[in-house]
């Protein structure tokens, strides 16, 4: 699945790119674009957005994993997520999700998630 993931991922900044002519990469700037995109999407995937929701979850989990380090990893639940060093899942696919259906205004934002990261890992490491 994880090549899977980067395929999808690799498709999305592709598509972005021949459709919108924005240039996307790993990074930071890039989750922040893709958050104001799912914004724009809301509304006319709001019945189905499950196609959105893998591709634009697998270039989260790539900016990630590209950024802060981790592995796809298949959680017990079933759902995947990005596992890192200190045990702990960030799952990008159910945030995209919750953006999808909940919006910025409920709370729910990719980006915010994407910045939170590296403030948990960091926490993590000062418990050790």
Same mark, same amino acid.
């Given at each position: ?6 395929? /999808? ?42 196609? /959105? ?6 270039? /989260? ?62 926490? /993590?490491?000062?418990?050790?």
């Amino acid at each position: 699945m994880e090549a899977e993931f980067k395929r /999808l991922a690799e498709f999305f900044i592709a598509t972005m790119r021949a459709n919108v002519g924005v240039e996307l990469g790993y990074d930071e700037s890039s989750v922040e674009w893709a958050d104001g995109f799912v914004e724009r999407q809301r509304e006319r995937f709001r019945d189905d957005a499950t196609g /959105l929701v893998n591709v634009v979850g697998s270039f /989260l989990g790539e900016c990630v994993i590209a950024n802060f380090g981790g592995r796809w990893s298949e959680h017990e639940t079933g759902g995947w997520g990005v596992l890192f060093d200190a045990g702990t899942t960030a799952f990008p696919f159910a945030k995209v999700s919750k953006q999808f259906a909940n919006g910025r205004e409920g709370g729910d934002s990719i980006h915010s998630f994407y910045t939170t990261i590296p403030v948990i890992l960091r926490s /993590l490491d000062d418990v050790d």
